[in-house]
């Protein structure tokens, strides 16, 4: 055998327990939490250190990893592509009018003021089912819940193809929004059913990718649909049309491939379901050890309000930005539809790629608190920049960019906080709390900036009252807990 490091020689003797009373075993089954670094022992880590010719290893791998390992590696590739594309519909649906505003304004005589309404009113809806709905999905049956989410809006975007009045605009909006309402949140809570905590931004990570690859697929696919009159319907109607159509017809799909519980799951073999149904059991016992939260204690506990806050004054920046981005990038550049949605998708490319590390690097880690605040305070900084240097379209775009990037980071570590110290319904009602009440954010933002563009025919008014909301997020993700927000799972 070959030499090897001090720090390999440490790590080896932990693993051959020579040093085995270092090891303090807070985390269950196949992971450990040691003195002064953090050990994650899987299968795929073992059979790589056996297989290196410097680091000879007699320790073997135990039946409960190879299990643990097989359970998460099935439990993933079953759960979470097939949620990825629920979400990609649900945004394509929800953002649809970003670029439909491209076009619809001129048709139907509405101004930035107006556009800007039905934008952010749909959010008005949106936060009348939020606790509601993952209340259902932890009580009753989230993928019926979600089955039924997706068909109603579904139905209500193909509507939005006939409208002709701006009253017709703001209502068919609002019920947009009351339809999709619940469905982040209840794949929120579904995902903390299958996921334990030590796995948990990882997985929010990689459903919530489908956020800013929404925008990546759906930018160029709206500009292109912008661009077709058949059967004397404009394009913008057409957007409408063959964009909320797929939502009804996974909606359907959603009732039968979606199992809610492990316990149902007969698609994971008797000792997978054993064992991730244990490992949830021992991350409940532990809460439940700490404290144990009635709802209305978790409405109105400090966090929970914090993260309220931060999550609304977070996505007022985002959708102040998202809602007009399009339209501010057209106006510099008085490029055609086509090329401005393909350059709208780039601060969501570069937020994809962001997001997946930041998640990954939570969970390495376990801290949260951090890893949410700064991609925001960074959020907020860069587009002051982007503020400044407005006139420049390279420059605009570049740092419009980066504000994406940064934006799309904080959410995998973020939304891991609340199901980190509340359980069950507690986690569910608050995680319906933060999210109906942050997507109000997505009311305010499109609102305000509408106004101050009519009111002051720039957009730098606008983009300076969303660097204060994307700071001020920043600062109140600090103020959540202390330190290094770490859950102890018995």
């Excluded at 359970?71 to 649809?96: E, Q, T």
Aim: aromatic share 14%; glycine share 10%; proline share 4%.
């Amino acid at each position: 055998m070959g030499t090897t490091s001090a720090a390999s020689r440490d790590f080896l003797e932990l693993l051959s327990g020579r040093r085995i009373g270092t090891i303090s075993r807070r985390l269950s089954g196949d992971s450990a939490s040691l003195v002064g670094k953090d050990l994650l022992v899987s299968a795929v880590n073992l059979q790589a250190i056996a297989a290196s010719p410097e680091i000879e290893v007699h320790m073997p791998v135990t039946p409960d990893i190879v299990v643990a390992e097989r359970a998460r590696s099935r439990i993933a590739w079953r759960l979470l592509p097939f949620l990825f594309l629920l979400y990609v519909i649900a945004f394509l649906d929800r953002m649809n009018i970003s670029a439909a505003a491209l076009q619809m304004p001129g048709d139907l005589g509405f101004s930035d003021r107006v556009v800007g309404l039905g934008a952010g009113i749909f959010f008005l809806g949106y936060f009348l089912l939020g606790i509601p709905g993952a209340l259902v999905a932890e009580q009753w049956s989230a993928s019926r819940w979600i089955a039924r989410i997706m068909i109603s809006w579904g139905i209500l975007t193909v509507l939005m193809a006939f409208i002709r009045t701006a009253w017709q605009f703001y209502l068919v909006r609002f019920l947009v929004g009351t339809a999709e309402a619940g469905f982040f949140p209840i794949v929120i809570v579904y995902l903390s059913h299958w996921f334990p905590n030590q796995d948990r931004a990882k997985a929010v990570a990689r459903f919530y990718a489908a956020n800013p690859l929404s925008f990546v697929i759906g930018s160029p696919l709206a500009g292109y649909l912008l661009g077709i009159s058949w059967l004397s319907l404009r394009g913008w109607r057409w957007l409408f049309i063959l964009e909320g159509i797929p939502a009804v017809v996974f909606g359907a799909i959603t009732a039968f491939y979606l199992t809610d519980w492990p316990r149902e799951a007969s698609w994971l073999r008797s000792e997978e379901r054993d064992w991730i149904t244990e490992q949830l059991s021992r991350e409940k016992q532990a809460k439940q050890q700490l404290r144990s939260y009635t709802v209305w204690q978790a409405l109105g506990h400090r966090d929970v309000l914090l993260l309220t806050f931060a999550y609304f004054f977070a996505l007022t920046g985002n959708y102040g930005i998202a809602f007009w981005l399009p339209t501010i990038l057209k106006r510099l550049s008085s490029q055609s539809n086509l090329r401005v949605t393909l350059l709208a998708a780039l601060p969501y490319l570069a937020g994809f790629l962001v997001q997946q590390f930041n998640g990954w690097h939570s969970d390495r880690t376990g801290e949260r608190r951090w890893h949410a605040a700064l991609p925001l305070l960074l959020s907020g900084v860069t587009l002051s920049l982007a503020v400044v240097w407005g006139s420049n379209i390279v420059l605009s775009v570049m740092l419009f960019t980066v504000v994406g990037a940064c934006y799309f980071a904080f959410h995998p570590a973020f939304w891991t906080v609340p199901s980190a110290f509340l359980g069950e319904s507690a986690a569910a009602a608050s995680i319906g709390l933060i999210n109906s009440v942050g997507n109000l954010g997505g009311f305010v933002g499109p609102l305000i900036m509408g106004y101050l563009v009519t009111r002051t025919h720039s957009f730098n008014a606008g983009l300076s009252y969303l660097v204060g909301s994307l700071c001020l997020s920043g600062l109140l993700m600090l103020a959540i807990g202390g330190g290094r927000r770490r859950v102890v799972l018995g």
